[in-house]
């Protein structure tokens, strides 16, 4: 783990978290199917703030992440880039909950234009 406390989570703390519930029955009673997706991403708060996370999985609707440090719940934009190509989204992130290592994971819908 690093030492920074807002330093982006490694791959390891990701597959840590996400081990440790897998290990865990629950009802899923999501609408759309989620796809694994293990990006670096960067989430901008809405007073401005920069906090670099991983996605951990993505749907037609919505994400999910991993970050040091809460997010309030509201309108973010999560910013992702490929080798040739950056992706911006408006996100209303609409939980945060603390998990293993000092993190933090999240998850919120995806934000249309007429929204």
Excluded: Q
């Excluded at 440090?69 to 880039?81: D, F, L, N, Q, R």
């Amino acid at each position: 783990m690093s030492s920074d406390p807002w330093s982006r989570p490694s791959l390891e703390d990701l597959k840590s978290i996400l081990d440790s519930f897998e290990k865990k029955k629950y009802i899923d009673l999501r609408d759309a199917e989620r796809l694994s997706l293990s990006v670096p991403a960067e989430i901008v708060t809405f007073r401005g703030n920069t906090v670099d996370a991983m996605t951990r999985e993505v749907s037609r609707n919505g994400l999910g992440l991993v970050h040091r440090g809460s997010i309030h719940p509201g309108e973010v934009t999560v910013k992702m880039a490929t080798d040739d190509r950056s992706y911006e989204y408006r996100v209303l992130l609409e939980w945060c909950i603390p998990v293993e290592r000092g993190m933090f994971m999240s998850g919120g819908r995806f934000l249309r234009d007429e929204e």
